[in-house]
C-alpha cells in the first residue's frame, strides 16, 4: 500500500473532494470483511473507543477515527448512541478538530455528568512549524440540543514539570466528593506514570501529583488510564507501553491490563496486586469502562493495535471495538462476561450433546460466519481437544486445550489473511481452573473468546475466505463429553 505523506494524514474530511469520499465509502461496503454485530468505521480507520456513557435514559459511545484512511492521521471522534448497547445509531462526528489547541487531532478522552449535563474531556493535540507537539486537556459540554460546545480554552494548558509532552487519556471520575481526572504521562527520563489532577468547578483543575505504583520502571509511556470501584475494590487499567515479551505473557506490541487494589488519594500511593493483562488474544488495546443503567460495570476495547498492518487497510477501512463486557471481582480477580443484552441477536438455536475423540471431527449441521457457541465441558479424558471455528478444507482458525498444562491456545496460523508485519500467529493463556466452558462470538472477521465464565478473554481479528465456515472438533487421544449450544446472531 502507498505510503501517506504528512499532508495527507492532517486532511480534514471537510476538505476532501466529494467523489473521493463517495468511491472510498463504496470500497469500505464492498469488502468482505465487514463486521455484522460490532461497531466498525464507516470508511478509515477507527481506534480507542471514546466518551462511553450513560446518561438521560440514552448510552453514547464515541471511538477516535481518521476517516480518509485506513493510516492514523488527523482524529476526530465519531459517536454512536444506543438503548441497549446491542442496536447502535450512528451520529457522526461529534468532536473536530476545529480549534488551535486540537488542530492535529482530538485525542482521547471520557465522558461524565456535571450538574445534570453531559460533559467530555480529552486531549488535544497541537503540532507547530518545527512539528513539536503540544498536549492540553479539553472539555465540550452537550447542549440541549445535542450540539457540542467546546470550552474556549484548555483547562489543564500543559503537562507538569519533569514529564514530557506525552501526557493524555484523561478518564474522569467522582472520589470522595470531588472530580478527579487520570492522565497517562511519560517521565522526562521515560517510564510511564499516572498523574492525578482534581476539580470542584470543572473548569479550574488542580495537579495533586503522580500515583505512586510499586511499578517505576515498567515501560517508556502509560495511555489510556481508567480509574473505577467494584465491590470495595479499587481497579485501575492502563496500557503500558515498551514492555518486553515473557513467555505467553506480553505478547503484542503494546499491552493492556488492571491493577486491583486500594487508591489512597491523599497520600498518592495505589496499593496494589501485580499487573494483569486484560485480554490473551491478538488484537485488543485501549479500553475504558463505565457504568450502564444498572450500576454495573461495562468495558469496551478497540480490537485492534497500532502499528500493525491489517488486511483491510488496502480496503480503505481498519478495525473495530469489541462487544460491550461486564466487570466483576470475584476471589479478588478480575472476570470478563459478555453483555447480558447480547443474547438480543440469537436466533436459530442449535444443540448438540456428544464424545468427540480423535476420529470424530465434524459437529454436523454446524456451520457459520456469525455466531455464539457455548460449549460445556462435561467430562475430559482427552489430553487435548482441538476446536476448529470458521474451517474449509483449507482453513481453520483453532482453539486447543491442554489438559496437562491447563493451556488454552488461539492459533490463527490457518486463519486465512494475517497482518503484513505478524511476527507469530499462537496466543496462549494457563487457566487457573480446569477448562469447563468456552463462550465464542464470532463475526465475520473477529474471534473473542471467553473461557470458564470470563476467567480468561482471548480476542482476535481474523479473516478467513467466505467458504471457511465448518466447525469440527476432536483430541488429540482418548475423548471428551461435550455439550454445545449454537445461536445465528443477527441485529
Known sequence: MAEWTREERYQRIEDADENTLEQLKQQVEASPYRQTFHIQPETGLLNDPNGLIYFDGSYYVSHQWFPLGAVHGLKY????????????????????????????????????????????????????????????????????????????????????????????????????GQLCAILGAQTDTEFG???????????????????????????????????FEIDRHDVILFCPQGIQAENERYRNIYQSGYMIGHLDIENMIFDHQSFQELDDGFDFYAPQTFTDKNGKRILIGWMGLPEMNYPTDSEGWAHCLTIPRELTIEKDKLKQRPLKNLELLRTNKETALGYANKFNRKLHPYEGKQYEMIIDILDNDATEVYFELRSSKTESTLVTYNQRNNKITLDRSDSGLLPSNCTDTTRSTTLDTPLKQLQIFVDTSSIEIFCNDGERVLTSRIFPSKDATGIKVSTESGQVYLKFTKYDLKV
Open 193 to 227: 506514570r499516572l498523574l492525578l489532577y482534581s476539580s470542584k468547578d470543572i473548569v479550574n483543575w488542580h495537579f495533586e501529583g503522580e500515583i505512586k505504583t510499586q511499578l517505576t520502571e515498567f515501560g517508556y509511556m502509560w495511555e489510556c488510564p481508567d480509574y
Open 77 to 176: 471522534w465519531f459517536n454512536y448512541k444506543s438503548e441497549d448497547l446491542v442496536h447502535f445509531e450512528p451520529q457522526g462526528p461529534i468532536l473536530e478538530p476545529d480549534t488551535k489547541y486540537d488542530s492535529h487531532g482530538v485525542y482521547s478522552g471520557s465522558a461524565f455528568e456535571y450538574q445534570g449535563h453531559l460533559y467530555y474531556m480529552y486531549t488535544g493535540n497541537h503540532r507547530d512549524q518545527h512539528w513539536h507537539r503540544f498536549s492540553t486537556q479539553m472539555i465540550a459540554r452537550m447542549k440541549d440540543d445535542g450540539t457540542i460546545e467546546k470550552f474556549p480554552k484548555p483547562v489543564i494548558q500543559a503537562q507538569p514539570a519533569g514529564y514530557t509532552s506525552h501526557f493524555k487519556d484523561p478518564k474522569v471520575f467522582k472520589k470522595n
